[in-house]
Each structure stands twice: as structure tokens, then as C-alpha cells.
């Protein structure tokens, strides 16, 4: 079996090529520097070159509230493309076995919790992400559409919040588990006794590392399953205040945080539904506290 990794380098794909490397399985690995996957041509001449059996689909244009509010034509067109491009060469190519990373952002803003897969396309979505929910609902609804017409097997995970080596720290783009790492080590070693954080803290959020998401991943490709599509979480959230104070405890910060809700906070409350991987016998590593100080500590030897 070989693998193919498609976004190899970003924080989804890293955590799965160290998942496949540990288990000495056979992989390459390509980001948007080797190939642009917007390009079909460019798209079908790697696939084609590398013969793979396995196709990850873990590359994308990804970013924070901010970010993809400020650009949704980016990041609709680059994240639909990415996606159609390397699927629709996967069929011609006749690869066996796609799996394609979507994102918790795609369900609806406000839907039963916790969240199931069917729960799709049965509201509205949030409006500061929904042009980057609308491209990865589309790459979900293609797979589903290739199942059903030519009888493949691929299918889609639905990652929750994931953090973890080669995250993003950049402010203006992050996430927010990274975005309140690096404030918080910055406000400690400068001295600075207040925080500003965006928003009212009151989000709840499901956080996952991104080791564990790798690990689940092969779990599916290792088990047969006859899903299209899949929730990876850890079962568990946490409000965003009790969040920062969880990082400011692990980082040894003892100062104050104020909140701007002038700032949108974006969906309430994303708590997924993972039964379906738990019920074949997955389950969960890294403990958020535990997953925290490895990655702060990873944060710090940057």
C-alpha cells in the first residue's frame, strides 16, 4: 500500500506523515511548494507520476473568524478547487481509496448538539466561515455523488478543532488555540500583566490534537466501514474562558484577560457526534491538558 498525502507539511498533513512514517508504511508527501493542486493538470500529473493506492486530501487554504471573513472569494474558489482537482483525478486515475478532511464549520451555526453527520446542509451555516464551509460541503457532496453513481468506496472525516505541530501562530490567520498560546507566552516573558482576547469567551469548542486525528485516520483506512462520512472528536468541550485560563495555568501566567465583544465569537457551541468512530473501537489519546504542555513546549523550540 502506498500513501499520498496531499498537504503534507500544514498541521493536519504533518501529524499524518509522522503517522505513517512511525508506522513504517510506504508515503509521499506534497504542499501547495511542489505542486499547485488549483492546476488540474498539475493535480493528475503528480498522482499519476506517484502511483498511489491511498489519496489523504489534508491540503487547503485554512485560517481563523478573521481571516475568512475578510477574503470568502479566496477562500471559496482555492478550497474548491483544491478539492474537486484532486478527487476528480483520483477517479480518473482509478485510485482505490480517497479519504477527504473536511471541517466541523461545514454543519449548521445552530443544530442539535452533539453534532451528527446527517445533521448536514439541515441549517444555516455561520456567516464569517460559510464561503470556506460551502467549498468543503461541495468535496463532501462530490465523494457521496462518485459513491452512489460508480460505487467507490472513499469517504470524508469531519476533524474538530485540531492544534498541534505546525499550527499556525500567526494572529492575523490562526485559530484560536494557537492565537491564545502564543498572546499568552508573549504577555509571560514581556512582563505584560493583561491579555486582550477576541470575543465574549463564552463559545463552547471541541478541541482535538492533531496526532490524534492522524491515528484515527489509518484506524479508518485499517477497518473496512461502509460510511461517507465520519466525525473525529474526543467527545468533550470547553468554553473558550475556561480555554485561556487552562493555557495561562500550563504556561505559568498569572495576569488578567479582557475581553472585546465588540469582536464576533462565531457558532455557540460545536460538539460533535463521534459515536460512529468511538463504536468501532477508536478512541482518544491525548488528554487536552497533556496535549497543551506538548504543544507548548513544541511552540517554544521554534
Known amino acids: 500500500m502506498k500513501y499520498f498525502v ?14 505513517l512514517e512511525s508506522l513504517g508504511k510506504d508515503y509521499i508527501s ?3 511548494k511542489d505542486v499547485d493542486f488549483k492546476d488540474y493538470s498539475q493535480t493528475l500529473n503528480i498522482l499519476k507520476k506517484n502511483k498511489p493506492d491511498t489519496v489523504i ?3 487547503a487554504r485554512v485560517g481563523g473568524i478573521k481571516v475568512n471573513n475578510d477574503y470568502p472569494v479566496e477562500f471559496l474558489n482555492e478550497n ?8 476528480n483525478a483520483c477517479f480518473e486515475l482509478k485510485i482505490p481509496n480517497l479519504v477527504f478532511l473536511g471541517s466541523n464549520c461545514i454543519y449548521p451555526k445552530f443544530t442539535e448538539q452533539p453534532i451528527k453527520e446527517e445533521y448536514l446542509l439541515e441549517g444555516q451555516l455561520e456567516d464569517t466561515n460559510r464561503a470556506y464551509a460551502i467549498a468543503k460541503i461541495a468535496c463532501v457532496e462530490l465523494i457521496k455523488a462518485y459513491r452512489r453513481e460508480y460505487g467507490v468506496t472513499w469517504f470524508s472525516v469531519m476533524p474538530t478543532n485540531l492544534y498541534g505541530e505546525n499550527d499556525n501562530f500567526d494572529l492575523n490567520s490562526s485559530h484560536v488555540m494557537p492565537a491564545m498560546l502564543r498572546k499568552i507566552h508573549e504577555a509571560k516573558i514581556n512582563n505584560v500583566d493583561n491579555v486582550n482576547v477576541w470575543g465574549t469567551g463564552s463559545p463552547r469548542r471541541e478541541f482535538m490534537s492533531s496526532d490524534d486525528l492522524a491515528d484515527a485516520i489509518i484506524f479508518l483506512l485499517d477497518n473496512k466501514h461502509n460510511y461517507d462520512v465520519i ?3 474526543v467527545g468533550y468541550d470547553i468554553a473558550l474562558k475556561d480555554l485561556t485560563k487552562k493555557i495561562a495555568s500550563i504556561l505559568g501566567y498569572t495576569g488578567r484577560f479582557t475581553w472585546d465583544t465588540s469582536l464576533p465569537d462565531g457558532t455557540p457551541k460545536k460538539l460533535m457526534d463521534s459515536s460512529r468512530l468511538f463504536d468501532m473501537g477508536w478512541s482518544p489519546k491525548i488528554e487536552l491538558d497533556n496535549g497543551i504542555s506538548d504543544f507548548y513546549q513544541w511552540y517554544i523550540k521554534q
Open 57 to 59: 486530501i489534508a491540503a
Open 231 to 233: 466525525n473525529i472528536g
Open 6 to 19: 496531499a498537504g503534507g507539511t500544514g498541521l493536519a498533513g504533518s501529524a499524518i506523515c509522522r503517522k
Open 80 to 87: 474548491l478547487s483544491i478539492g474537486t482537482n484532486i478527487i
Open 30 to 32: 506534497a504542499s501547495t
